[in-house]
C-alpha cells in the first residue's frame, strides 16, 4: 500500500552515497514508510539508536506472532525540507503525510544528522502532528 517516496528538493538519485541528505532519506523511508525500526537502526546512533531499540522492545511480542513491518505499512508520502546546519550537526525537516482508510494525517518530523566515525548518522529524530 506504500506510497513511493516523495522528495524535495531534488530527487535522491541525485544524492552522494553516505551523504547526509542520503543518510537522511534512507532512514525516512525505512522508518516513516515501511515502519522498519531494524532498518532503520542501521542509519542511526546515540539517542535515535536508543528510541529504536524502546520501540523494538514494545512491538517484540507483536511481530513474534508474524505481524510484520509490511502489514504495518499505511500510504505514506515522505518529503524533505532544506537542510538546516547547527554545529557539527545538520537538520532536516520532513513532512509525513499518512493515509489509512482514506484519512490523512500530516505530521512534521525533524531529522538530525551528525559525523560519528566518518559516517552520517541519525542522532536524534522529532514528531509532532499538526
Not at 546515540?46 to 513491518?69: F, H, T, W
Not at 505514506?76 to 484519512?103: C, H, T
Not at 494525517?105 to 525533524?110: E, L, M
Request: hydrophobic share 40%.
Amino acid at each position: 500500500m506504500a506510497l513511493g517516496l516523495a522528495l524535495a528538493p531534488g530527487p535522491v538519485a541525485c544524492s552522494k552515497t553516505g551523504s547526509p541528505e542520503q543518510v537522511a532519506d534512507a532512514f525516512a523511508d525505512a522508518y516513516f514508510r515501511h515502519n522498519d525500526q531494524e532498518k532503520a537502526k542501521e542509519f542511526t546512533a546515540l539517542g535515535a539508536s536508543a528510541m529504536l531499540d524502546e520501540e523494538l522492545k514494545n512491538v517484540a511480542q507483536i511481530r513474534k506472532d508474524g505481524y510484520s513491518p509490511t502489514e504495518a505499512s499505511a500510504e505514506v508520502e515522505v518529503r524533505r525540507g532544506a537542510a538546516q546546519n547547527r554545529d557539527q550537526r545538520i537538520r532536516y525537516p520532513y513532512e509525513i503525510s499518512i493515509k489509512i482508510e482514506g484519512v490523512e494525517t500530516i505530521k512534521d518530523a525533524d531529522i538530525e544528522l551528525t559525523q560519528i566515525g566518518g559516517s552520517w548518522k541519525v542522532v536524534r529524530v522529532g514528531l509532532k502532528a499538526r
